[in-house]
Structures are given as structure tokens and as C-alpha cells.
């Protein structure tokens, strides 16, 4: 019996090595059957070859993804937009762009024409960065055209109107000049005008410890500076700041052969140039552009005239339905009478309404209605369309005629920018995306332990009992009753605006190169073209594309 176990064992062994041994040889295979496994078909791999060889398309073309037949009415987080190929960094990217006719801006930012949104500080920092600010008209007419003057004022290349004085005015008319103006370097000339001969000048270290009422009465020919740092009239502006540089003065004075003022450049102006790059200015004046907003009504001519005496450069009709008489008799009244401004009409949301306004002579057109984040027109007044399709209707239809269209309502974070300018919009207006900025009007709050800003709608009835604005704007002001189409909310301190519309251009600039483009016009042309695509989303996709199965986090957009 022990043999035949033993016997039993070793046959076993033999078998499992045979085994064994078989199913090596089975994974070696010979040299032919193994080149003929890899070695590719040439005829395959010229197929291969030719089908890398063409371009696919993915997703949908513009016009297919805005089928409203097909889709309805879209807004902005109804899709996204196909990456392309990078092959460049972000740091190149232009955001230029003609906000009207005959204004180009560096940046597509503007300010809503809110009265918690655009006063002076955010208009000229909206300039300065790039942008435009559009300022309010739920005020005087008197305060309005102050605001428009201060942001005209803050900025100069050559300053061809500044302020004189002669010999015998007192140091009490340079501190009424700066109470009311906020400079005090004051030429001094022969008869305290422009032309005269250039005698001295008078700035603040002349007078800053002469502020006593005796010293208040003392001729100016008692202290002002004689040491003058001058340049013939004809200097180029280049030429002129570096003799202002070198100098290290506060101003340079420009005279003509006979030694009379001409012009004046400062050297704050200067500093401004250097660390501002992106500033929107006047090509003439080098002034910063501003904007403000009027309403359609036959007294806001008055107005209008204060704000052109002023220095405005673009006018916008503020209306909530700007397809109305009101607004084309408007638009022809001023193009006649000021052809040197240029006028943002609307808001439009269908290409009846844009038609209406190219027309009658529009310079650019303002786009939504019941879109942004105070505003209720849409659910009250049953009327509106949902951005992301108004935007690409009429900026479809304007871009026949060279009108800018200017995607007003909606704009909630970088990707809708970058989703609007897609879809056609020349620039961007936001509100509730600058409110609760440092240079937002009005005083910060503390809630829950958040520093908080108040944000309203111009609709709202908290506006229409500041002024009469609103009423105007929603063709209201006559009712007995006020029907709101805004709110009044609050929003979170977000700092100041020159690192937050960094933020936003910065932001932009990498969404371009994501998707392949260099240029806002490359990306609107591509749209066009059907090269750059879209895909929809559905409301999980929405979900999945937002932050999502976390316990908590905390979410900071840029440092």
C-alpha cells in the first residue's frame, strides 16, 4: 500500500509539472504568429492616419444650441462652452472692445446705473481699471453733473481750463477752490485767466501752514511760487511727462512764445498713467471716459445739458421697455443736438425692439429685462426673456449694423461673463456683482457677523421714495399706487474694486485661453463661424459642474 501511495505521489508531480510546462509553451508564441499580430495593416493605418487627420466637431453650433423651438429661452448656467486648444498663455489675452460706436474700452465691465452701485468713487475706479461707470440718476440734476465733473477732473493729459487766479486774490479763494474742487495748484496769472501771462503758481505746500484767518486774507503774490517749470505750447504729451518726471515738480505749466498759460500737466496725473495702464480715456482730452444714465422724459433734456456741460462722454437711456416712442424721440434729439456723444439706448430683449432703437440712431444697445438678482419684472409684469437668448438674438441682429450690445442683467460670476461675450455682447453691466465693493455707495453693516452693504433694485419702492428715477424708469412716476418690479437686499463686503475687477479681467483672460481664443473678437468671430461649440446642461450637470458632496468648505474666489 505504501508503494503504491508513493507510486500515486510521483505520478502526480509528473503531471502537474507537465502540465506546468504546457502552459508556458502555450504563452510563448512563435516568431511569425507574433509579427502577424503586431504589425499594423498599412492599409489601417492609412485610415487611421487620415481619420487623425480630420478635424471632429463636438457639441452644438451657437444658432442649434438658441433653437428656442428646440430649447426654449436659456440662461447662462443652461450651458457650457467646448474647451479648444491652448497653445499660448493666458497673460496675452485682449479683452478690447467697443462698448458703443466710437468708445473702445480695455476691459468689458461696466457699472449698473444704480443708486447703490455707481456714484464717483465707482465710476472712477470702473475708469481706471479699464471699465466704465455709469452713474445715476436718482438724484438732482445739480448732484448728478457734480459726479460726472469730479470723474472728468480726476484725470487730465494736458489740462486745457484749470483754474486761475491773479496777484490779489487771497489764500481764502485757493481753500474755497479746493473745499469745492478738491485740487489746490493754481496758476497764478496777469488777469486770472487762460491766455494771460504766466506770473507763479500756488499749491498746497505754499498754503498748508497758512490756514489761520488773518493768514486767509493774504495776497497771493505774497506766497506764491515764482521758480516755474515750464515747456512751449506744441509738446508732445509723451515729451511733457518726462520734463515732469525729471523735474520732480507737482505741475508742469505749458506756454506759448509771448509766456502766456496755455495748458497745465500734473504730476498726479502722471502717477496715474503708470499705475493704471488699462485706463479708459478720452483719445482727445485724456480725461477718464464717464457714463451717465437719464431717463426718456422731455425734462431730462435739462439734465442732459448739465451732465454734456460737464463733460459727459456716453448718455444711457434708462428704461425698463426701451421700444417706445418716448425713447426714439429721445435718441433723435440728442444725436441732433450733441452729435459728440454717443447713446446707449434700450433695454431690449427681441430684435423688433433693437431695430426700433438702431433706427432712430443708437450708438449701442442695453440688453435684458427682468434678469437680475433684484428684479422682479418678469414675475410681476409677466414680460422679459431669459438672458442667455436675448443676448444672442439681438446681438445677432445688431452686429449687421457695427452696434455694440451690452449684456445688462444676470452676471453672477466670471463663467457668465465669459458665457455672455460668447453669445455676442460687447460688454458686460453688472450690479449686484460691484455692490458691497469699497467704492459702492452707502455704509457697511454688520449681520450674523458679516460686514454687509445694502443693494436695491431701481424698481423697488425703497428707490422710488429716494427720487423719481425709478418711476421714470418703469414709466411709473404718475401712479397712485407703486408697483415694484425690485427688491431691497443686502450683499457681502467685497473689498475694494481695483483687486476685484483684477479678479474678474484675470479670470476671463484664463476662460479665453481655455477655450482657444486670444481675443474677444476671435471668440465672437469663432461663435460665428460655428468653430467654437457649446452642449447643454441638464439640471444634474448643473449640479455635477458646482461644488457638491462635501461636508462643508469654504469658498475664496482670488487672493
Avoid at 433653437?67 to 467646448?82: M, R
Avoid at 502766456?260 to 496725473?269: F, K, N, V, Y
Avoid at 462722454?313 to 443736438?337: A, C, Y
Amino acid at each position: 500500500m505504501a508503494k503504491k501511495g508513493a507510486a500515486n505521489a510521483a505520478n502526480a508531480a509528473s503531471t502537474n509539472a507537465a502540465n506546468a510546462n504546457a502552459n508556458a509553451n502555450a504563452g510563448q508564441k512563435r516568431p511569425a504568429e507574433d509579427d502577424a499580430v503586431t504589425l499594423p495593416d498599412p492599409k489601417t493605418s492609412k485610415k487611421l492616419a487620415e481619420l487623425l487627420a480630420v478635424p471632429t466637431k463636438d457639441g452644438l453650433g451657437a444658432a442649434e444650441l438658441l433653437d428656442s423651438q428646440v430649447s426654449g429661452g436659456l440662461t447662462y448656467n443652461d450651458f457650457l462652452i467646448l474647451p479648444g486648444f491652448i497653445d499660448f498663455p493666458a497673460s496675452v489675452v485682449s479683452l478690447e472692445t467697443n462698448v458703443t460706436r466710437r468708445f473702445k474700452l480695455k476691459t468689458p465691465f461696466l457699472s449698473s446705473p444704480m443708486d447703490t452701485v455707481t456714484e464717483t468713487d465707482m465710476a472712477i475706479h470702473m475708469a481706471l481699471n479699464g471699465g466704465l461707470g455709469v452713474i445715476h440718476h436718482n438724484c438732482s440734476v445739480e448732484e448728478q453733473a457734480d459726479m460726472v465733473r469730479k470723474v472728468k477732473k480726476f484725470e487730465n493729459g494736458f489740462i486745457t481750463d484749470p483754474k486761475c487766479l491773479t496777484p490779489t486774490h487771497t489764500i481764502q479763494d485757493v481753500l474755497d477752490i479746493k473745499a469745492k474742487y478738491g485740487f489746490c495748484g493754481i496758476p497764478i496769472t496777469e488777469n486770472g485767466q487762460m491766455g494771460s501771462t504766466l506770473l507763479g503758481i500756488v499749491t498746497s505746500r505754499d498754503i498748508d501752514f497758512l490756514q489761520s484767518e488773518k493768514d486767509a486774507q493774504r495776497p497771493l503774490k505774497e506766497v506764491m511760487t515764482t521758480n516755474l517749470v515750464t515747456a512751449k505750447k506744441g509738446i508732445s504729451l509723451t515729451e511733457a511727462n518726462k520734463i515732469l518726471s525729471e523735474s520732480r515738480k507737482g505741475k508742469l505749466l505749458i506756454v506759448d512764445e509771448k509766456g502766456h498759460l496755455t495748458a497745465l500737466l500734473a504730476r498726479s496725473d502722471l502717477i496715474k498713467t503708470r499705475d493704471y495702464p488699462l485706463a479708459s480715456k478720452s483719445k482727445s482730452s485724456k480725461q477718464l471716459l464717464c457714463a451717465a444714465a437719464i431717463s426718456t422724459h422731455n425734462e431730462d433734456k435739462i439734465r442732459l445739458a448739465a451732465l454734456v456741460a460737464a463733460g459727459l462722454d456716453i448718455v444711457v437711456l434708462d428704461s425698463s421697455q426701451g421700444n417706445s416712442l418716448f425713447q426714439i424721440e429721445m435718441i433723435k434729439f440728442i444725436k441732433t443736438t450733441y452729435p459728440q456723444i454717443d447713446v446707449i439706448a434700450g433695454n431690449v430683449v427681441t430684435t423688433e425692439q433693437a431695430r426700433s432703437l438702431i433706427a432712430a440712431g443708437a450708438d449701442g444697445l442695453r440688453v435684458g429685462m427682468g434678469s437680475g438678482s433684484i428684479c422682479i419684472t418678469q414675475e410681476v409684469m409677466a414680460c422679459g426673456r431669459p438672458q442667455g437668448t436675448a443676448v444672442y438674438r439681438v446681438a445677432q441682429y445688431a452686429r449687421q449694423f457695427g452696434v455694440p450690445v451690452i449684456a445688462d442683467g444676470g452676471i453672477s460670476n466670471v463663467g457668465h461673463i465669459i458665457k455672455a461675450v460668447a453669445l455676442g455682447a460687447s460688454a458686460v453691466m453688472m450690479g449686484g456683482l460691484l455692490a458691497g465693493t469699497t467704492e459702492s455707495p452707502g455704509e457697511y453693516y454688520y449681520k450674523d457677523g458679516q460686514r454687509l452693504k445694502k443693494y436695491r433694485g431701481m424698481g423697488s419702492l425703497d428707490a422710488m421714495e429716494k427720487g423719481d428715477a425709478a418711476g421714470k424708469r418703469y414709466f411709473s412716476e404718475g401712479d397712485r399706487i407703486k408697483v415694484a418690479q425690485g427688491v431691497t437686499g443686502a450683499v457681502l463686503d467685497k473689498g475694494t474694486v481695483k483687486k476685484y475687477l483684477s479678479y474678474l479681467y484675470t479670470g476671463v483672460q484664463h476662460g479665453f485661453q481655455d477655450i482657444g481664443v486670444k481675443t474677444l473678437t476671435a471668440l465672437q468671430d469663432g461663435v460665428a463661424a460655428g468653430e467654437v461649440r457649446f452642449e447643454k446642461r441638464s439640471p444634474s450637470a448643473q449640479l455635477e459642474g458646482g461644488v457638491h458632496g462635501l461636508h462643508s468648505y469654504e469658498k475664496r474666489l482670488f487672493q
